[in-house]
């Protein structure tokens, strides 16, 4: 079965220093991967997406992915944080399963960014 | 404003008591699915569908019932409401072109 592991439920990180989120997926087929972040009392906003082609990915708000088969991982990066990226963040895999698709979410990586 | 509209966004329950969650779409996707949201666990499918008349159980079906009889509209049913259904529910609308879009969300307490 497919599943999404967020390695990290909350991560604490001053303002301007840099910060991974990481997520490892498992899935013995081809998968689409993408990161969405939640800020507080909102719904889920496409951060970012890995379809195909180009293994680094840039998404909005200046974060970015980086896909790598061989580790199974996709972990989203951003050089230098802001307070207002303060949010929950959910990695999630789709997968093609009885000729359907589903988007399978980790648990989700709180990202605190203090003054 | 296209996109994802749910209704209502908060609602009480008490044991026992039935309700629909409204979910409509207006980017004529035929791809559309229920999620619930609890803390330490991510969005888990409850239901999706893939077309009018045509639905399916997700990973947590147990206690909702889905229709699909238009392409714009894909309610969620809760029989009998349970505490265990206290959660965030997420309804979303895909497409290959614009993947998921999702709508903002239904704060459920079942007392």
């Known amino acids: 079965a497919q599943s999404v592991t967020q390695l990290d439920s909350q991560v604490p990180v001053f303002e301007e220093a840099p910060v991974e989120l990481r997520c490892n997926y498992s899935s013995s087929v081809s998968v689409y991967l993408f990161w969405y972040v939640q800020y507080p009392n909102q719904g889920l906003q496409l951060l970012l997406k890995?379809?195909?082609?180009?293994?680094l990915v840039k998404g909005i708000n200046g974060f970015e992915a980086e896909f790598n088969k061989s580790q199974t991982s996709f972990h989203l990066r951003k050089p230098s944080v802001h307070i207002s990226d303060t949010a929950e963040y959910f990695c999630a895999v789709e997968v093609f399963s009885g000729g359907y698709n589903k988007l399978i979410f980790g648990a989700g990586t709180r990202l605190a960014v203090h003054p | 404003n296209a996109g994802v509209t749910q209704t209502p966004k908060f609602q009480v329950l008490k044991t026992g008591q039935s309700m629909t969650l409204q979910c409509a779409q207006d980017?004529?996707?035929?791809?559309m699915s229920w999620y619930r949201q609890d803390p330490g666990m991510g969005l888990r499918l409850i239901h999706y569908?893939?077309?009018?008349?045509?639905?399916d159980q997700g990973e947590v079906p147990n206690g909702y019932n889905v229709s699909r009889s238009t392409t714009e509209d894909f309610p969620l049913r809760l029989l009998s409401a349970a505490p265990s259904q206290t959660s965030v529910y997420f309804c979303?609308?895909?497409?290959?072109?614009?993947?998921?879009?999702f709508g903002s969300g239904t704060r459920l307490t079942v007392v």
């Open positions: 890995y379809l195909s082609g180009s293994t």
């Open positions: 979303a609308s895909t497409s290959r072109a614009y993947g998921y879009t």
């Open positions: 980017m004529n996707h035929e791809y």
């Open positions: 569908s893939v077309g009018a008349g045509i639905t």
